[in-house]
């Protein structure tokens, strides 16, 4: 007998918060007008979604509710896919860090581990919550489409459950505002394996 299922899950990275690019972390600010434009260009008229899930944060969850109304889907908001806190570069912008240390973002995105921020959280906990999450919803929804409205590190920490990636690459991934990436995980009997369908593609 055939026992294989395939879900899909797509993952959205919001769009621009008011205020622009920053080391935002916790911190909780909207989408601005440009970010919800972002977002919904990036949708479209897409209407295949089963199911969305959502960072509590308004710059993921508005736009998720929106969606989630418009297209009569359950929306799911998950306190284990809210960003990665930032610690003191929270708030601050690129231009302010390396104004104090040109090579301080270069070192950070090439070891994440040792050379993260005083006070920020830590990836391996980071990995841990996200991946609590990936498992709901992978056990949720067998067999099904869903779309995942989060941020670029949580995005990045999907994929390094999804892939197997060391989290000392991590930070290797670029993800830009409103990118989309898909995953495939086809599960036979209790084996599951993922696959990357695509990275900033499109619908």
């Known amino acids: 007998m055939n026992n294989s299922k395939s ?59 929106a969606l989630g109304e418009r297209l009569g889907v359950d929306v799911y908001v998950d306190e284990r896919l809210k960003e990665g806190g930032f610690g003191v570069w929270e708030g601050r912008l690129p231009s302010e860090i390396c104004a104090e240390d040109p090579q301080r973002l270069f070192r950070f995105k090439r ?20 991946g609590e999450a990936w498992g709901t919803m992978l056990d949720r929804h067998v067999g099904q489409h869903v779309l995942v409205v989060v941020h670029a590190g949580v995005i990045r920490m999907l994929m390094a459950h999804a892939l197997g990636l060391p989290l000392a690459n991590i930070y290797r991934i670029e993800v830009g505002n409103a990118a989309l990436t898909r995953l495939k995980v086809e599960r036979w009997d209790d084996e599951m394996l993922a696959s990357l369908v695509f990275h900033d593609g499109k619908l």
Not at 111 to 130: F, K, M, Q, T, Y
């Open 7 to 65: 879900t899909i899950v797509d993952l959205i990275r919001h769009g621009e918060p008011v205020g622009g690019r920053k080391y935002r972390g916790h911190l909780d600010d909207p989408l601005s007008e440009k970010g919800w434009q972002q977002m919904w260009s990036a949708v479209g008229a897409f209407d295949g979604w089963n199911a969305i899930y959502s960072s509590p944060l308004l710059r993921c969850s508005e736009f998720a509710q």
């Open 111 to 130: 070891d994440p581990i040792e050379a993260a921020p005083e006070g920020a959280e830590a990836l391996s906990a980071l990995h841990d919550r996200v």
